[in-house]
């Protein structure tokens, strides 16, 4: 049983960076991906970036492209996500989250918050 545990949440100014991390425990096979999702009050959640485990794909929101770095690090079982230049309408629970080949992402963290203030 896989699970994860978000961590790096806080508060910062417009501009600032954070990086955020999340550790995976369980079998995590390098096909499954790794994705970090927000979600703001009022708003659906939103895919932010992915990695696939192997470290052979990425993918990012628009919203975050050049500013937002996804990477991993498979001896800590450890996903991380650099935001650098975070903008107020970054603030949001940050969620991380992992789907093995041809399923929905269907394990989660629990969340971690980030505010940005402007």
């Known amino acids: 049983q896989v699970q994860l545990v978000e961590s790096g949440g806080g508060l910062v100014q417009a501009g600032g960076s954070l990086r955020l991390s999340c550790a995976a425990s369980g079998r995590i096979f390098s096909t499954n991906m790794m994705g970090w999702f927000r979600q703001s009050p009022g708003k659906e959640r939103e895919f932010v970036a992915a990695?696939?485990?192997?470290?052979?794909?990425?993918d990012y929101a628009d919203s975050v492209k050049g500013r937002f770095t996804i990477s991993r690090d498979n001896a800590k079982n450890t996903v991380y996500l650099q935001m650098n230049s975070l903008k107020p309408e970054d603030t949001a629970v940050y969620y991380c989250?992992?789907?093995?080949?041809?399923?929905?992402?269907?394990?989660w963290g629990q969340g971690t918050q980030v505010t940005v203030s402007s």
């Open positions: 989250a992992t789907k093995t080949q041809g399923h929905t992402y269907n394990v």
């Open positions: 990695i696939r485990w192997s470290g052979s794909i990425t």
